[in-house]
DNA sequence: GTTCCGCGCCAACCCATGTTAGCTTGGCGG
DNA sequence: CCGCCAAGCTAACATGGGTTGGCGCGGAAC
């Protein structure tokens, strides 16, 4: 299991060989399993750890008292999560598994004590903050301004480049193992809805999504359609 | 005019003398005014300056080719914008004036050097990172799922409590200088259907809007109303 | 002082999306 | 091998919020 951290990192910056091996000795510490649907991290959890997923997709998401759920990131593999220390009583949301996982657990001092060591990782973890504010961003500017059939392309078009900087992509295909409520709650609909817009993206040619793989039939025209811009998306 | 950010930071840690100095002496050194309706960052704006608010609101913003606009962040008075340096080409979003403005503009390498200088300084930026990402993972779960009554209900109840943080909240009344097509951008609605939420707000004997100012008649019914949660504001 | 334009405000109409309800399929536990 | 349940899928109907268009006001430019 290699570290899919490391080859979305070195895609942009070569790290020195004292960082890459501490990262790796990072990733090796404790290693978790989860299954699908378990909380990673609770809603009412307070301080807790970082982790590094390494296979498998989780997301954060909002639940309100009433039921409603919202969810507000996806996180594939090679996305770290939360590297700087939250001290606050409660979290203002919770990560769920959405498939079974395997994530490395990284201790807060561990990795505070990595990042004084070298800059080089430091630099890293800023980035990787900076990356999901961006991405953060086009999330809210998306589910506000954007139709459901421009909403769903722009996603699709979001986890190709994603996955690609991972390199889970092959022949235009990668996985997709999210459900329809799922994607609903990620793009604030309804799971009808998505289901509709889906069948529309696949008579008009753009996609196929069969069996948890999407294939990406006609990337330019599904970028035109979302109106795609990558210029959010740090590391791909 | 007063550091209002320096208000903010101490209502949670005490800052060392020497590191409020820093802070103080940064924020003087190149002062800004902005004309309503400006850019401070265009869309392809490089790499930038950091900047402080000193008065004024602005807010960050993201303009899709066929002239759809959303507004993804309001900063008010006591913000950091981009504490930390962007080594991007192109930006994700612009950052504009929503009334006339008074900013900071802070040098990349000043900040480095203050961080680096001062370890309570580098938290304070840590924190106000950590808070702009909660607060982004906020919106986005809003605008997914909440109905339109329900954030505008929120928006205020944010409002109130960063205003307050920062000492500009008298009697429940604060400045609220953000037009009904600003609003309709930030919440992902239309002006004409933000000014029907805000007639029933008012009918309900919740708030008040007047002359750029907004007083909250009955804050506990405003905050049911949302479904808000303050947990996820860090300063506030 | 006049002109102009952006904003607040409102009503009528309409459509994108939500709601409800049901059927089908496939994977999993027993 | 059976039973169960979550997810995919669809149709019929309902509605929240978008669209269009129009009025009046007040502040800024001149």
């Given at each position: ?6 080859r979305?990192?070195?895609r942009?910056?070569r790290l ?12 090796r510490?404790?290693?978790?399993h ?26 954060r ?16 593999p ?46 890293c ?21 954007r ?10 078009c ?12 092959a022949?235009a ?5 999210v459900t ?15 289901n509709?817009t889906l ?12 069996g ?6 006609d ?18």
């Amino acid at each position: 299991m290699d570290n899919l951290f490391l080859r979305k990192v070195e895609r942009q910056v070569r790290l020195p060989e004292a960082a890459r091996a501490a990262l790796g000795d990072l990733a090796r510490q404790q290693i978790r399993h989860v299954a699908a649907r378990q909380d990673l991290v609770g809603h009412d959890t307070g301080p807790h750890h970082a982790h590094l997923i390494l296979d498998g997709w989780a997301c954060r998401y909002r639940q309100f008292p009433d039921g409603r759920r919202a969810i507000v990131a996806l996180l594939l593999p090679g996305d770290l999560c939360d590297p700087y220390r939250v001290h606050r009583i409660r979290a203002d949301h919770a990560v769920g598994a959405l498939t079974a996982l395997t994530v490395a657990r990284l201790a807060p001092e561990a990795l505070d004590e990595a990042a004084r060591a070298h800059p080089a990782i430091e630099a890293c973890f800023r980035r990787e903050m900076l990356a999901a504010l961006a991405l953060q961003r086009e999330w809210t500017a998306g589910v506000g301004r954007r139709s459901a059939i421009e909403r769903l392309a722009h996603l699709f078009c979001e986890l190709h480049l994603r996955l690609a900087a991972v390199g889970l992509v092959a022949d235009a295909t990668f996985p997709m193992p999210v459900t329809q409520p799922d994607l609903a709650d990620a793009l604030g609909q309804t799971s009808v809805h998505i289901n509709r817009t889906l069948r529309e993206l696949r008579a008009a040619g753009l996609i196929e999504l069969r069996g948890r793989r999407l294939t990406i039939r006609d990337l330019p025209g599904l970028k035109a359609l979302a109106l795609f811009d990558p210029a959010y998306l740090y590391w791909a």
